[in-house]
């Protein structure tokens, strides 16, 4: 869809209404009804902020291993889709976890961003869990048009509102060209957000990518009124040579390690640079038809 205007949108999650099948013009811009209502409000208005939650990813005992993006579906609109495997072997509450396409993702602790025209960041529910070695798939538009498309229900869609809506500029959608994903880690109060896995799906403009967050510093609505800076990123995260055609997906087909920046001195979770992964070996370069629900056994050690 073309990206126009910078009018800040603010939605509440609440329930949309069934649309389409997975016709597609070839352009996000071509929706058969709206996904839900919007509520306008003055920019830097945010509802909903999520209240301080612990920052731990399992219980004592298990193996708490970052989350991973594992495939993404740009077009057509209907069967747009982003999925999130879990390689651990404990569960994962995800009630502080944020799924974004919005390069400005991490000035979240200032207040929420500006952005681009179909951008979007969405919060999980309180009670969201991503399972052991589970994978869960999260729909732009309505569980009912995924569902057509795939045969199978979703776990979360954003036009459904079981994703808890941040932020977004208009209706939330994937550009079809490429878009910075990303899923990122906040407990509502501290200075930083933290980085879990970025992929640049797609060959995406410049509005739509990766955009440089080294050295801001940023003071969080705690009660420490010290600001604090992010570390720098390599930014070496490379957008796709094309997009995958309306129908095909893109595919996580190996894991971080050795690919990534892992000294613990950046951005991510664990203190990678998830900014630096070589996604050209880590992801598909030839797309194929999308499997949502499914990962190779690889990603799920």
């Not at 052991?132 to 045969?151: M, N, P, Q």
């Not at 390599?234 to 997009?243: D, E, L």
């Not at 892992?262 to 030839?286: C, I, P, V």
């Amino acid at each position: 869809m073309n990206r126009a205007g910078s009018l800040l949108i603010v939605l509440a999650a609440t329930g949309g209404c069934a649309r389409g099948s997975m016709a597609d013009s070839g352009s996000d811009a071509a929706l058969d009804a709206p996904r839900g209502p919007v509520i306008d409000a003055p920019a830097g208005t945010a509802i909903d902020a999520p209240d301080a939650s612990p920052m731990v990813d399992a219980p004592s005992g298990g193996t708490a291993l970052p989350l991973l993006l594992t495939e993404v579906v740009l077009a057509p609109s209907a069967g747009e889709f982003i999925e999130i495997a879990n390689p651990g072997s404990s569960p994962v509450d995800l009630s502080s976890y944020y799924l974004t396409d919005a390069g400005g993702y991490f000035r979240l602790p200032g207040g929420p961003p500006t952005l681009e025209a179909g951008d979007f960041i969405v919060r999980f529910p309180a009670t969201a869990m991503i399972p052991a070695k589970g994978v869960i798939t999260i729909a732009l538009d309505t569980a009912a048009s995924f569902t057509t498309a795939y045969g199978a229900a979703p776990t979360y869609s954003l036009a459904s509102g079981t994703m808890t809506m941040v932020v977004t500029n208009g209706v939330a959608s994937l550009t079809n060209g490429g878009e910075l994903i990303a899923l990122v880690r906040w407990d509502g109060t501290s200075d930083l957000v933290r980085d879990v896995d970025i992929v640049i799906a797609g060959a995406p403009t410049v509005a739509n990518g990766l955009v440089d967050k080294s050295g801001i510093t940023l003071d969080g609505p705690d009660s420490d009124t010290t600001a604090t800076a992010y570390k720098t990123d390599a930014r070496t995260v490379a957008a796709q040579a094309t997009a995958p055609a309306s129908g095909r997906s893109t595919k996580r087909t190996a894991l971080e390690t050795g690919y990534e920046t892992q000294t613990g001195a950046g951005n991510g979770l664990t203190g990678d640079d998830e900014t630096s992964e070589n996604t050209a070996m880590t992801w598909d370069t030839t797309f194929t038809l999308p499997t949502p629900g499914t990962v190779p056994t690889g990603l799920l050690p």
